[in-house]
């Protein structure tokens, strides 16, 4: 059984930054990781993905140069750092496993596991 444990969101000025955490219980170390997002009356979508040993990450477009994501799998977590923070980036933001056979990694469907989410706000 995997469980995934959010933690470090809370409420930012724009132009602030907040570091998120996921604590992994059960089998992580091979797995693709993910962050998405999701804000009110909106998809949840996604945000960054890492792959198992750390060495290949992939962001959306519109938190490139902003947002870093990072493993500690000594820890069995993983990271989301955040500068720059918007008012649009406020959400619910959750992290997940990617599923063993999933063929791409932006598509909600390709995690098998979830975590129950961290909230963000960014005033402005």
């Known amino acids: 059984q995997v469980q995934l444990v959010e933690s470090g969101g809370g409420v930012v000025q724009a132009g602030g930054s907040l570091r998120l955490s996921c604590a992994a219980s059960?089998?992580?170390?091979?797995?693709?990781m993910g962050w998405f997002r999701q804000a009110p009356g909106k998809e949840r979508e996604f945000v960054a993905t890492?792959?198992?040993?750390?060495?290949?990450?992939y962001y959306v477009d519109f938190v490139k140069g902003r947002f870093t994501i990072s493993r500690d799998n000594a820890k069995n977590t993983v990271y989301l750092q955040m500068n720059s923070l918007k008012p649009e980036d406020t959400a619910l933001y959750y992290c997940?496993?990617?599923?063993?056979?999933?063929?791409?990694?932006?598509?909600?469907?390709?995690?098998?596991?979830w975590g129950q989410g961290t909230q963000v706000t960014v005033s402005s």
């Open positions: 890492i792959n198992w040993s750390g060495g290949n990450t």
């Open positions: 997940a496993r990617g599923a063993a056979q999933a063929m791409g990694v932006t598509d909600p469907r390709e995690y098998d596991y």
């Open positions: 059960g089998r992580t170390f091979s797995y693709r």
